[in-house]
């Protein structure tokens, strides 16, 4: 994949974001700088601005190998934003996939009970994966209201696998506007008019892009059905 330049305006912008993040993390940041001396002693190649990896088909499995291994050394000092970081490298990665979403999974167990909006980055590495062996898993993590607004992305990820087991808890969640917009775009992409009734009232819905949604099922064009982000 050809890597991005950026433009000197769009350097001066990432690293002033950068700087202002620095400051909030009361300067304590260099957990991602330790990370990137760890993989270029391996010969990784790191684009240290954007801490984008590099690597080459054949270190794939080392690049793997040290950063679960830093997420597990240092469980409990990376911040949300750093662990973040780490799992959508990891993604990038492309490589050993399963492994990775398993993880991710673990991850969102781990922060059900905190005020963050950690698990809502989390759900959307999910949808990014797209893994078809976790749908038992995504659907205990849809089922916890807790989680609110989080589950966005995973209801979508629902609409992209299209797996049966996943119909009843889109359905529960119709009723709760914080994921039912997303939720009813999921239960669009399923081939089958079963469930055209549940579209009908979303057809006076104060949202625009649900209104849409409703819409576009209820005329047959189910295939083109998205939905707000």
Partial sequence: MKEKFFTEQESAV???????????????????????????????????????????NDQKQTVFDILTSFLKENKNILSHDERDVIFHELIRLNFKKDE?????IEEINRNMNNDSPFCWSLCDELYN????????????IAECKNLSIDRQMLFLLFG??????????????????????????????YKTDKYNSLFVPFLND??????????KKLNGDSGSIGAGR
């Fill in 14 to 56: 990432i690293i002033k974001s950068l700087e202002e993040l620095k400051s909030k993390a009361g300067g304590q940041i260099g957990k991602l700088d330790e990370l990137t001396e760890k993989l270029c002693a391996d010969g990784i190649a790191v684009n240290r601005l954007m801490f984008r990896i590099i690597p080459g």
């Fill in 160 to 189: 992209k696998l299209k797996d049966e087991r996943c119909i009843p808890v889109i359905i529960e969640n119709l009723n709760d506007e914080t994921v039912n917009g997303h939720a009813l775009s999921a239960l669009g992409k």
């Fill in 100 to 104: 990775v979403c398993k993880m991710i």
């Fill in 206 to 215: 104060g949202r625009r892009w649900v209104r849409k949604i409703a819409e």
């Fill in 129 to 140: 994966l797209r893994q078809k062996g976790f749908i038992d898993e995504y659907i205990k």
